[in-house]
DNA sequence: AGGTGTGAACATGTTCACAGCG
DNA sequence: CGCTGTGAACATGTTCACACCT
C-alpha cells in the first residue's frame, strides 16, 4: 500500500449526503453531465436510461447503477427528468464549490490550456498563469498575465485557487508541484510524465498523451496480427468479437 | 454488446509472438517503457521489480504480473535487464511500425500538440494538419502547412497517416472521424467531448480534460465531507436522503 | 405496457504469498 | 539468499434479468 487510494467509499455529512460511489462511475457520471447539459440546452426534459446510455456510449444496466448512487429520481415506465439529474450530478461531483484553475508551465499546452474554452465553460475559471521564464512574466495570456512559479503559493492562497494544472517539463513537474501544495492546492493534474510524490490528502491525476498513442499503437498492432486469414479454431480463446 | 470491445485477447500470429494482454496491462506497460528509457539514459543496465515499480508508481506484483504478459525476460535473485524490456515492451505495443499522426483542428489545443514535442520524442511523428479555415490552410504550424480538412482522405493515404488527433470543436467531430477513417486511419484520440460512432475496426481514445477536472473536483468534495471530527460508526453504510 | 432499481452472476483487475530458479 | 514468476484469494467493475412501480 505505497501510494494514497480511495475505494468507493463516502461519509454522509451535511453536503455530501451520497452513498459510496465506485470510482468508475464517478468518470461516467462526469460524462452523463455533459450529455444532459446539452440535451437540456435542445429542449429536452426526459430520457430514458436507453437513450442516455446510447448518448453516452455505455450499457443501460451500467447507467442505471450509476444514477442509482445519485438515490432514486427516475421515474419507471417514464425515464430520468434532466434538469433534476443535472442537479444531483453537479452536486455529487462537488461542482456546486468555488473552483479555481491554476496553470504552470506556459509552453504549447499550458498556452492552450489557459485559452481552453472547456474549462470555463464547464465550470472552472482559470484563475493563475505561471511559467519560470523572466520574458513570459507579465504576459497576458488569455487576457490573464503570468506570474513568476515562486509566487505560486502566495497566489494561489489569494486567489483561492482549487485545481493546480502541470504543464511544465518532467524535470520541474515534482518542485511545482510541491509549491501548489504549498500554496494550498489539493487537486493536481499533471501533464508531466512523471508520477508524482504526494501526501495522501492530495489527489493527483496524469494525463500522458504520448501514452494513449502507444495505446492506440498496440491495439493497431494486434488487430493486424489478429487478422489471420485463416478461420478461428473455437476452442481458443482468442480474438474474437 | 453495443459498442466495440476487446478483452485480454491476443492471436500468436508471426510478429506479434505476445500472450493476451489485459486491457490494463497495456497502459502501464506504456508507462514502464517511458521510466526505462529514462533509466538507461542514466545509465541503469538493471532493475529489480520493485524499483520499477516504485518509479513508475504501481505494485511490484502488478509490474511482475505486467511484465511475465512479455515473457520471462528477468533474472532471479537479480532483476530486469533495462535494455531488454524496452525492445520487448516497444515490440508489444507496435512501436517498431512507422506511426505518423495527424492533427485536426488547428485551434488552441491542435497547435499545441502540432508542437508538442512528446510526441516526436516518442516515435509519433506529426505529418499532417488540417482545419477549416481559410485563413489558416497553407499557413505552417511547427514548421508544417495546415490543410483544408476536405484533403484529409486523400493526404493521410498519402501519407500513410496511422494515428488521427481530434481537435476540433464537438460539432465537427463526427464528421472529422468519418474523413479520417475514409482516408485509412484506424487509431483515433478524440479531445472533442462527444462519443464517436465508428465501426468497430476503428480504435478510439477519448481524452475529456474537463472531465479529468470533475473527477478532482469530486475527490475534494468527498474528501472534505469524509473529514468529519468524529469516528465513523461502522454499522450504517447507509443511504443518504 | 414501459422503464427503473437492484440482487446475483459474471468478468476483469489487483494483491498476496510462496515455490523455485539463479 | 534475493528476486522473479504465478496460482489462488480478494476486490472491483460490468452485465443480466426480473421484480416492482407508475
Redesign the interface.
Known amino acids: 500500500m505505497?501510494?494514497h487510494e480511495?475505494g468507493g467509499?463516502?461519509?454522509?455529512?451535511?453536503?455530501?449526503?451520497?452513498?459510496?460511489?465506485p470510482e468508475a462511475a464517478?468518470?461516467r457520471l462526469?460524462?452523463y453531465?455533459?450529455v444532459l447539459t446539452s440535451m437540456i440546452e435542445h429542449g429536452v426534459s426526459t430520457m430514458s436510461s436507453e437513450e442516455l446510455a446510447?448518448?453516452?456510449?455505455v450499457?443501460s444496466a451500467t447507467l442505471r447503477k450509476d444514477l442509482s448512487y445519485l438515490?432514486s429520481y427516475g421515474t419507471r415506465g417514464v425515464g430520468y427528468d434532466t434538469a433534476r439529474l443535472v442537479e444531483h450530478i453537479e452536486r455529487?461531483?462537488?461542482?456546486t464549490?468555488h473552483?479555481s484553475?491554476a496553470v504552470v508551465g506556459i509552453g504549447?499546452?499550458g498556452?492552450?490550456?489557459a485559452?481552453?474554452r472547456?474549462?470555463p465553460?464547464?465550470g472552472?475559471p482559470v484563475t493563475a498563469l505561471f511559467d519560470l521564464d523572466e520574458d513570459l512574466i507579465g504576459v497576458p495570456v488569455g487576457g490573464l498575465p503570468v506570474d513568476h512559479v515562486d509566487s505560486i503559493p502566495a497566489v494561489c492562497k489569494e486567489r483561492e485557487v482549487?485545481?493546480g494544472v502541470i504543464c511544465t517539463p518532467s524535470t520541474a513537474a515534482q518542485w511545482v508541484c510541491d509549491l501548489l501544495v504549498a500554496g494550498g492546492v489539493?487537486?493536481?493534474?499533471n501533464f508531466a510524465?512523471v508520477?508524482l510524490q504526494v501526501s495522501e490528502?492530495v489527489?493527483v491525476?496524469r494525463?500522458?498523451?504520448?501514452?494513449?498513442?502507444?495505446?492506440?499503437?498496440?491495439?493497431?498492432?494486434?488487430?493486424?496480427?489478429?487478422a489471420?486469414p485463416v478461420a478461428q479454431p473455437v476452442d481458443?480463446?482468442?480474438?474474437?468479437?
Open positions: 505505497t501510494v480511495h467509499c463516502s461519509t454522509r455529512v451535511d453536503d455530501f449526503p451520497y452513498r459510496a460511489v464517478v468518470g462526469a460524462v453531465l455533459r446510447g448518448a453516452a456510449g450499457n438515490g455529487l461531483l462537488g461542482l464549490r473552483h484553475v504549447n499546452l498556452h492552450a490550456l485559452n481552453y472547456g474549462f465553460d464547464r472552472f482549487t485545481i489539493r487537486c493536481i493534474l510524465p508520477v490528502d489527489e491525476r494525463v500522458d498523451l504520448a501514452v494513449e498513442l502507444q495505446i492506440l499503437s498496440f491495439y493497431q498492432a494486434r488487430r493486424c496480427a489478429g489471420a481458443s480463446i482468442a480474438v474474437g468479437r
